[in-house]
């Protein structure tokens, strides 16, 4: 039913379906055939325009992103939504917030995205710097450690996903977490895994965290529009800022570099904006269509149990309920499954037959991770997987 909107991928150029079944969707959606249009706009306006293209952008293109975001997580203040072409970019320009001359305390996951795991681990090179990794697993008791530790200690900062990206598990609980953390620790939720794939109501937690998502995954706007919503009354001052930063209206300091009380203080340079008119066709078309977060998931939702149907007729030596990383299933679970295969050969030889098969999905060293979208059919039974 949702597959007419994506003609450009489904279809053969004679017009018949695909055989081909897209279980990547979780590193990234395909785009809605709305987003070429889109694409040909901004080249259009970047032609005519020229540099009278900005003004739109920045008052009508960039507002409208925002405000659409804002609509999507219930955020009270979509100018408080910071925009970059990812988010490593917008996490290290708040990173780069706090002191190097203090001792920098942070909180986090062992299951956290590449990204922050890997620039982590060149900032502990730093004298001041000392990370705290609490276990994923058991997901069972993550949220009780998790916020023991947070209480416990001293941390400037806390960071966790909310939608791991190795296991697709929920963290369980992490907006309370985030809703009683201490005035003293800056709290940043990845949001990429959930963001417009899991109903996501930030309202309680708004005015207290950072949460980063962007449209390369589930909106299916592609890459290089990512967001960081920030908290109320936020005073940080990023070493690293761009000149875009200075659009604001400054705080009148003649001493010192000022920032203002909304998106642009994280605000960095020059970007590309032709993910922000994919963007913005992909949430019109969703708007127009009545096509919501909440009916997202539970097509997603029928999707998954399905697949375990099948599975658990299978009897496949690899994709099974015994390797299936798994916690609470029905509530707690992404738009992914991730199964243990045992080493990473074993996952790549899987990969391969799956796409002998014409299933196209993903893997992690040992992890092969299936995932599901609203381009798969309403009855769609997952046999092409299991062979
Ligand atoms: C949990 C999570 N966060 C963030 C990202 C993307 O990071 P970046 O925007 O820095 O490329 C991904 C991408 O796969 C992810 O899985």
Known sequence: MYQ???SQFLLAPSGAPSSMLHMACHSHHYWPDVTLDAVQQYWRE???????????????????????????????????????????????????????????????????????ARQLHRLEEEPNVEVTRIATEPYATLAERFEQELHRGDYQLAYASLVFFDSGVVFPRLLEIAEGKPKRTEFVIDGYHAFFARPVDLGAVADKVFFTAGSYKYLGAGEGMCFMSIPANCSLRPLNTGWFAELAELENRADRVGFADNWLRFAGATMDYSPLYKGLAVFDLFEREGITVEKIHNYVLAAQERFLRTMDTAAHPLLNRDNLIQHDLQNGHGHFFTFRCGTAAQSEQLQQELRSRGVLCDRRQQLLRLGFAIYHKADENYRQVFG
């Open 4 to 6: 007419k909107y994506y």
């Open 46 to 116: 970047s032609a005519t325009l020229a540099d009278d293209k900005w003004g739109p952008i920045f008052e009508e293109k960039i507002p409208a992103w925002q405000r659409a975001v804002a609509r999507t997580l219930n955020l009270p203040d979509a100018d408080r939504i910071a925009i970059a072409p990812n988010t490593h970019e917008l996490v290290y320009r708040l990173l780069s917030a706090f002191d190097p001359s203090r001792p920098l305390c942070i909180l986090t996951t062992d299951g956290e995205f590449y990204s922050f």
